[in-house]
């Protein structure tokens, strides 16, 4: 997919113009509801948004929009003028991912997606300097890991890729862009129905459409494995120190038969990750690859050692269950299973579940930032 068609899917996504900002869930604007964000009154602001429709929405960013535009465009404006309208969309984008946190914490993803797609518009129209590029950075980024994480995987991707053109030097756009192909490599291996399964190993891997996807459905990007690869090894020159980078390009390695190399990725995650949750991915991806090296004792440990940093974590105990039969300690494996049994302590989930929705631990860390980068 190109930038010129990345760009104006994303653009395309937000609706008819209208020049009206006014709604019918509130007398106000969405340039007055941004002033009082401004104003530190944030969560009124946010609740006033939450009134407004799809279509207010849309309206609203649009009229706002216009009306900087203009602004600019007149006869007499100054370069501070300017400045200050930019400032305003930025703020309002910063008003709107709020919002967007909000409906993704009622487990609203439609109102999560549109109040997003105004955002990115906004953020879209602004010129990329000073204070700008660092909300940038972190808007295309946050509004990334909250789309992956609710299942919509071609909005992510389409708006990582936008946040990408515009910042080609960005680490975590590339690791979050990778993460997002690396769910679409897997969900096209093992989770599709009446799709025949090819083999995770496979070096031959041609490009293809995976049809239908978790949330609205349509098509999924058409990417694969090495696309992950190539992702995470330029985040990686980007920012060497970037774990997370380090544990998924291991996790791709071995999806793509190669855990010789995958191997010392994980090993290095697992020596030096600071929470146990990634550690624990860590341990249970060397274990996994451990297994594809016919080192049987050593996938035993390595899962073992994932079930100690996380013992409620039913992934871990299966694999170490099934690890310790192969070996041949039945009774081992016996209670390994029966721990994968117990009810699950309530609030503590598996941190697999949350692998395979990207980063969301990090979501509510970017929204404040945002309110901080917001001028």
């Known amino acids: 997919m190109t930038a010129a068609i990345i760009t104006l899917g994303i653009l395309a996504a937000f609706g008819a113009p209208g020049t009206q900002a006014v709604t019918a869930g509130s007398t106000r604007t969405l340039g007055e509801a941004t002033e009082q964000y401004r104003g530190l009154d944030r969560d009124d602001a946010v609740a006033t948004v939450a009134l407004w429709t799809q279509r207010e929405v849309e309206t609203g960013a649009q009229g706002l929009l216009e009306a900087v535009e203009a602004a600019a465009r007149a006869e007499h404006a100054t370069p501070e003028e300017v400045a200050r309208g930019e400032d305003t969309l930025v703020a309002a984008a910063a008003l709107l991912s709020d919002a967007a946190l909000r409906a993704l914490r009622q487990g609203d993803r439609r109102r999560t997606r549109w ?33 992956h994480g609710m299942g919509d995987l071609a909005g992510a991707y389409d708006m990582l890729s936008e946040g990408r053109r515009q910042l080609e030097d960005d680490a975590e756009l590339q ?3 990778g993460a997002v192909c690396e769910t679409i490599v897997a969900l096209r291996d093992y989770e ?26 349509g098509p999924l990007p058409a990417t694969n494995a090495a696309d992950a690869q190539a992702l995470y090894a ?10 997370e980078a380090h544990l998924r390009l291991g996790r791709v390695l071995l999806l793509r038969g190669r855990p010789r190399e995958a191997l010392p990725e994980l090993e290095r995650v697992a020596r030096e990750a600071p929470r146990p949750a ?4 860590a341990r249970l991806f060397e274990g996994r690859t451990r297994e594809r090296l016919d080192d049987l004792p050593g996938a035993a440990a390595a ?33 390994a299973f029966d721990r994968a049994l117990q009810p699950r302590e309530e609030g503590r989930p598996d941190p697999w579940l949350d692998y395979i929705r990207g980063q969301p631990e990090r979501i509510d860390a970017l929204v404040e930032e945002l309110r901080g980068l917001a001028p």
Not at 210 to 215: H, L, N, V
Not at 234 to 243: H, Q
Not at 306 to 332: F, H, I, M, N, W
């Open 303 to 335: 899962f073992a050692a994932a079930v100690e940093r996380v013992p409620q974590a039913q992934s871990g105990l299966v694999a170490l269950g099934r690890a310790l039969d192969r070996k041949g300690e039945r009774t081992r494996a016996q209670e």
């Open 234 to 243: 330029r985040a990686l020159r980007e920012d060497s120190g970037l774990l």
């Open 175 to 177: 690791l979050a862009l």
């Open 278 to 281: 990634q550690c624990y991915m």
């Open 115 to 147: 109040d997003l797609q105004a955002a990115a518009r906004l953020v879209h129209a602004t010129r990329k300097s000073g204070g700008h590029v660092a909300f940038t950075r972190r808007f295309y980024l946050l509004a990334g890991l909250m789309l």
């Open 192 to 217: 599709l129905p009446g799709k025949p399964r090819r083999p995770s190993d496979s070096r031959d891997e041609p490009r293809f459409v995976i049809e239908g996807q978790p949330d609205e459905g």
